[in-house]
């Protein structure tokens, strides 16, 4: 063999191998640029409030010092208050969550594996995810009254409509030619589904639980800011009756760190199914 021939054989192992000849290992102070990165554009916000508050731009009654805000935070920690709203805003929207994940499921799964089925609901379906939650209120406000069952059919709808659509995508993506062969080797439905479009399916299906409980997260502080009586949406509301914008911003603060943490959670859930699909890399 020539020296030509041992270049390019080596680098064909190169490429086979998914390794590029000029490619080095990222220096440390690349990485931790790549991880502060997603900080910068809060940082930068965080800053600009406490000059903007420091200077007096605007007024504090209107903007209160992130030292304010940080204070009310602490004293609702140390009262109880807090814990109280958030555990009441958690367990509706986990409640409502479930209730509509469940229903997306069923009917995605029924329209996915079912033409006749898709062609039954899937218009209907398209019409009224339309509506947005808030015009729904006063429909549902007259079945159900004011009470917890209003806030946790409007939060299973907004829940149901993502979960829905995602799953009736993951169940049409499966290649064709797969489900060819598990006819030849005499599969069943039912194994046709578990075992070969299921596996398939899953990172869509986690795609929209993620996608699913962001719009309840959301439909839940909309419906706490309308009717109710204790929450993190009901603390807004009753900040701005009061006028104290420090307590405003401190729950939305609040809201805010809650519905981060559980998405990176899902999206971690999302990215550990993605890489037990069938044929993923790793």
Known sequence: MNIDDSATLGLGRLVASGTRPDAATPAPW????????????????????????????????????PQF?????????????????????LARVLIGFAAGAALGLA???????????EAYLLPTFNALVQIP?????????????????LKYILIAKA????????????????????????????????????????PHATPTLFTGLRLGFT????????????ASSEGLGYLIVYGRQLFQLDLVMAAVIVVGAIGYAIDRALDALEKAAHRRRPGAAG
């Not at 900080?39 to 000059?51: D, K, M």
């Not at 009917?107 to 089925?117: D, P, Q, T, Y």
């Not at 659509?165 to 030619?177: D, H």
């Not at 309840?216 to 419906?223: E, G, H, Q, Y």
């Open 69 to 89: 805000v940080w204070e009310t935070l602490r004293d609702l920690a140390a009262s109880g208050d807090l814990w109280l709203h958030a555990s009441a805003s």
């Open 215 to 226: 719009k309840a997260w959301l439909s839940l502080v909309v419906v706490e800011l309308v």
């Open 133 to 149: 939650v808030l015009a729904w209120l006063p429909f549902v406000l007259l079945l159900v009254g004011i009470g917890e069952p």
């Open 159 to 198: 829940a149901m409509v993502p979960v829905a659509l995602n799953t009736l995508q993951g169940f049409r993506q499966t290649p064709q030619a797969l489900r060819e062969v598990a006819k030849v080797y005499g599969y069943t439905r039912r194994q046709q589904v578990l075992e070969v479009v299921l």
């Open 107 to 117: 009917l995605g799964a029924a329209m996915g594996l079912s033409r006749r089925v």
């Open 30 to 65: 690349s990485r931790i640029g790549d991880a502060a990165l997603p900080w910068l554009l809060p940082a930068s916000l965080l800053l600009l409030w406490t000059v903007g508050a420091t200077q007096g731009w605007i007024s504090p009654q209107v903007l209160p010092s």
